[in-house]
């Protein structure tokens, strides 16, 4: 089982900044590699991936946050961070992270299996 603890968001003026964090904490198994993504919703709109960070360092954006969102992960912590910034209220909306986990357990017996984190909210205002 992994689970998945969102953090940060919170209300800003447009131009602003917020960084959430995403942190995975695998139990039963000795290992775990994640493949991690951000994606947003808003009542307006359908689930939007934002950004992915794979397990070999490759980052991917959608065009509507390139230049202004940065991901990045820490692997001691198994965390995964998006530094949002010049924020627009376009980018108001729930945001989630989704890992991809790859697992071992003590016998080397490896199961790949994809977990949500939801929350949390960024409001932008105009």
């Known amino acids: 089982q992994v689970d998945l603890m969102v953090s940060g968001g919170g209300s800003v003026q447009a131009g602003g900044s917020l960084r959430l964090s995403c942190a995975a904490s695998a139990s039963g198994y000795t290992y775990c590699d994640y493949d991690m993504k951000w994606y947003r919703q808003s009542p307006e709109k359908e689930r939007e991936f934002v950004s992915g960070?794979?397990?070999?360092?490759?980052?991917t954006y959608a065009d509507s946050v390139k230049g202004r969102f940065t991901i990045s992960r820490n692997n001691e912590k198994n965390t995964v961070y998006l530094q949002m910034n010049n924020l627009n209220p376009e980018d108001t909306a729930m945001y989630h992270c989704?890992?991809?986990?790859?697992?071992?357990?003590?016998?080397?017996?490896?199961?790949?299996?994809?977990?949500w984190g939801r929350g949390p909210r960024v409001t932008v205002s105009s």
């Open positions: 989704e890992a991809t986990a790859t697992c071992a357990d003590f016998l080397g017996r490896s199961r790949t299996k994809t977990y």
């Open positions: 960070l794979d397990r070999g360092g490759h980052t």
